[in-house]
């Protein structure tokens, strides 16, 4: 049975971004639902990582990201980022990428993106944790559909909340 807070996170039906990032040579990203513009001046934006992901461990060693903005045709993307886990998988294997100055993958077929640099990490004992960032870059091929939360709800995610690295 849904919670009221379950009625009201599935009725804001979220956006869905891919996050990328890169350390020491590991690529890593995930499908992210929370996020958000956190400033106007200078530009902002945070996103949560979970604790139980590739791409949270990955992004404990890195400063630099890369915000995807998925759209309704980026179902195909959406699954690819959101149900494998990069422990077992590439999940850039036969995807068109480039590096930016700093290794981060930035998915070409995303036009619709940010390039980020972190500011802080908050860790308040959930399991996920906040990126805060400052915006680098930022492009877009104009207005679009954003994918949505309801789009992917049948995805099976890669790894469960539960299977964080770290217990709160």
């Known amino acids: 049975?849904?919670?009221?807070?379950?009625?009201?996170?599935?009725?804001?039906?979220?956006?869905?971004?891919?996050?990328?990032?890169?350390?020491?040579?590991?690529?890593?990203?995930?499908?992210?639902g929370f996020h958000a513009q956190s400033s106007i001046d200078a530009e902002g934006y945070s996103f949560w990582l979970s604790k139980a992901n590739h791409t949270y461990r990955t992004s404990l060693r890195s400063a630099h990201f890369a915000v995807h903005f998925l759209t309704t045709e980026d179902l195909d993307l959406a699954e690819r980022f959101g149900t494998q886990t990069g422990e077992e998988t590439d999940k850039f294997s036969g995807l068109?990428?480039?590096?930016?100055?700093?290794?981060?993958?930035?998915?070409?077929?995303?036009?619709?993106?940010?390039?980020?640099?972190?500011?802080?990490?908050?860790?308040?004992?959930?399991?996920h944790v906040c990126v805060t960032t400052r915006v680098r870059s930022a492009a877009s091929s104009g207005p679009f559909t954003p994918l949505r939360l309801s789009d992917a709800a049948h995805f099976e995610p890669g790894h469960d909340a539960e299977e964080r690295a770290v217990s709160p």
Do not use: K
């Open 1 to 32: 049975m849904d919670t009221p807070f379950d009625t009201l996170m599935e009725s804001v039906d979220t956006p869905l971004v891919v996050v990328t990032t890169a350390a020491e040579g590991t690529l890593a990203g995930c499908v992210v």
């Open 96 to 127: 068109d990428v480039e590096l930016d100055e700093h290794g981060v993958p930035v998915i070409r077929a995303c036009p619709n993106r940010m390039l980020v640099d972190r500011v802080a990490v908050l860790d308040d004992g959930g399991d």
